[in-house]
């Protein structure tokens, strides 16, 4: 392995540890989800609900609980307890609000729940998590490229596991 493919692994390693709190709050967020919707089961001026019913409050409330306190521990482990709760925070909060935004324009779209709308089902709470942290800290576009690339990857993979282990009725 040459010092360019070294120093790429490391920058990628970087990145996923970076965005790993957006990672982990759209994960919990699956997995404590359920109950009451986001948007309440409102319509939007279309007639089509506002988010639909797989954004729950639940799921936004643990989702970024969970992703800031990956946050809190990285600032634990850097040494800045405060910029590790604020990344994590506007991370967690930010994939959150990337993932309804994706449902919003699906319902737009009239593409139903679980169906596919490639890209923004894979891409929405990433673009939401590094809008928000970008408020707090400057997010080059290699880096917004590579956790894009990287996300793709694999939210593919995790997929495709998760149909292997019959979690998922479809592999995308």
Same mark, same amino acid.
């Given at each position: 392995?040459?010092m360019d493919n070294?120093?790429?692994l490391i920058t990628?390693l970087?990145i996923?540890y970076?965005?790993?709190?957006a990672y982990?709050?759209?994960?919990?967020?699956? /997995?404590?989800g359920g !109950?009451?919707p986001?948007?309440? #089961?409102?319509?939007?001026?279309?007639?089509?609900?506002?988010? #639909?019913n #797989?954004?729950?409050?639940?799921?936004?409330?643990?989702?970024t609980?969970s992703? !800031?306190?990956? #946050?809190?521990v990285?600032?634990v482990i850097?040494g800045n307890i405060i910029?590790?709760?604020?990344?994590?925070f506007l991370l967690?909060f930010? /994939?959150l609000l990337?993932?309804?935004?994706?449902?919003?324009?699906?319902r737009?779209?009239?593409?139903?729940?679980?169906?596919?709308?490639?890209?923004?089902?894979?891409?929405?709470?990433?673009a939401?998590?590094?809008?928000?942290?970008s408020?707090?800290?400057?997010?080059?576009? !290699?880096?917004?490229?590579?956790? /894009?690339i990287? !996300?793709?990857?694999l939210?593919l993979?995790?997929n495709?596991i998760?149909y292997?282990?019959?979690?998922?009725?479809?592999?995308?």
């Open positions: 392995m040459n070294i120093n790429l990628c970087e996923i970076f965005i790993l709190p982990i709050a759209n994960l919990s967020g699956l /997995a404590f !109950t009451t986001l948007d309440m #089961g409102k319509n939007f001026l279309d007639k089509r609900q506002i988010i #639909g #797989g954004v729950t409050w639940k799921g936004f409330i643990f989702g609980i992703g !800031t306190f990956v #946050g809190i990285q600032g850097s910029s590790g709760f604020t990344i994590g967690s930010g /994939a990337g993932d309804a935004a994706g449902s919003f324009i699906k737009r779209l009239n593409i139903d729940r679980g169906r596919p709308a490639p890209i923004l089902d894979q891409l929405d709470f990433i939401g998590a590094l809008i928000l942290a408020l707090f800290v400057e997010i080059s576009l !290699t880096t917004v490229v590579i956790a /894009a990287i !996300t793709l990857i939210h993979l995790s495709i998760a292997l282990l019959n979690i998922k009725d479809v592999w995308y």
